[in-house]
């Protein structure tokens, strides 16, 4: 089916820009990832005029990347979990279990999504230092979980919650006629269709959570335990050399969420309508 | 089912139904209610603790005039709202945010519909065109913020390279230090990324269109713009109003890429209300006044999600 929106000719030429304009960024960092350090200084932006795979050991060791890349593994995968496990009780619990005042509670984990990142970042601050965790992973993880990248509990809550209500009631009845307690209709009907909305989830907090930013800024001083934005910043600000590092450490944090992408797609896609319907 | 065959706990702790629906129903609320608290509490103290405490205690340093260091926090009222009121910097920021949060909306979803418009055939290398239009959103605003850095680049960057092989060398310039450009600069790159998550959600919308209502229109003699205004636009209005909201809601809290391009710089130039914010509470160690800035983040924010959540309501 050819869409004659436009004139072919019209159209190919439009798309031409749109690829140029959107491709260039993309091309120039892996270009530069991939330049001879000698390069970098005589042609810095040329597109492609030396290729080497040495920046990438480089940014890795020297450039603390791989340090960087381990930080994010290790509070992306606990904040996912934490995330998926507390959202997965809680939005069950709201959207099935009885308990009096519960649409209260949930009004209130909404009022959570609205509220942005700023209205916390202070007190949050003196209150991590207060615990002595300042500069330790739990200083990234816990106000994630509470819902500091706006993709914590609070978003995980409203998801599940909305996912378990459309599921069908009869299967939970069916098992508590044959005598099954509480928790073994959860634990042995509920959970186990649970994939899709979890998925769901996940890919949201994922994406949210290895790209943050302004959390470990300001909660993990310095570059230890340092998490990869961050510490791609703390590299490549006020630096005008030594950009191919820069280059490779970005390919190095990109890499792994594209892939994740390329894979998980519809799964992306998903949640980022239903994240956005916050 | 292992029910039947369960064991003596399970048949112990379900509910007895000998007696009557009311004891019965009381027994099972009963039963659930404990699993409820069970399972809510976790979640929601995580919640309380890192979330719910510091907005109050925001609130409430907003009226101090805290350093983060003294042991007491004197009130001052609304002071730190009155000296805001007066505050130079403040309403520049406040006007970059204004700024950012209207061009930063309309224009990726602009470039990302007509974007989605143009790929819409479905048509030879759709795939292609569908990843790398959504690539840049993929991207961390650290990294969009870097590379287009080095697209600024006042000596080498491909944007004064261009114009000066054209012969446009007068209009060449540092854009990231030029206080007239630096905003604009960096917002450029930020629509640049947006665009690709805008193409994304209007690119799946548009699969809904029914072909039959533009094919109708091109009989009828309709143009292309009579024909994506009249016809097709109509058909994704939720999905564009949805994007729209996203997009603009965070134009207020914009940070990450402002930061990393120019910190806010050069002087003021570019700076905005969440970069004032943390360079006042973290820099200049004023806590108080700095809460109250992160209060305006919040009301705008609030405000601007409802506004919109209204006008989304009465659309439909």
Redesign the interface.
Known sequence: ???????SFA?YL??GF??A??????L??VS?SVKDPLDVTA???TLFSSVSLQNFVDAWTLGGFGGYFWNTVLITTLTLVGTVV??V??G???AR????G?NI?FL??IL?L??????????????LKAMNLLGTHAAVI??A????TGF???L??FLMRAFYMDLPEELADA??V???????V?W?IMLPLSGPGVAVLAVLVFFQT??V??LPL?YLPGSENQM???G??LF??GRTAE?EL??AG?LI??LP??IF??IFQRQF?RG??AG??K | MQTRTGDDATRAAAPRQKQGATGHESALRRQQMKYAILFIAPGLAVYLVFMVYPFLNTAYLSLTNWNGVAETKDFVGLANYTRMLGDGIAWKAFSNNVIWVILGTVAPVAVGLFEALLVWSGARGSLFFRTLFFLPFVLPLVVVGIVWQWIYNPLFGVINEVLDSVGLEGLSRGWLADPHTALYAVLIAAIWGASGFCFLILHASLQNVDMSTVEASMIDGANWFQRAWRIIIPQIAPQLTMVTTVTLIGGFSVFDIVFVMTGAGPGHASEVLSTYTYKTAFQQNEAGYGSALAMLITVLSLVSTVIFVRLRERQR
């Open positions: 089916m050819t869409n004659r929106l436009f004139g159209r439009a798309l749109f690829v304009i959107v491709a260039y960024p993309l120039l960092i530069t042609n810095p932006f507390l959202s009780l809680a069950y619990a709201l279990l009885y308990l009096p519960k509670i209130l984990f959570g609205m509220i942005p990142f700023f209205a916390m970042m202070i007190p949050l601050f003196y209150e816990l106000p979980l509470a819902g500091a914590g509990v609070p995980g809550v098992a508590r044959d005598g099954a307690g509480e928790f073994q959860f042995r290895w790209n930013f302004i300001l990869l934005a961050t791609l910043y490549a600000s950009i820069a280059a970005s944090m990109v969420v594209v992408f390329l896609i980022l309508t956005a319907f």
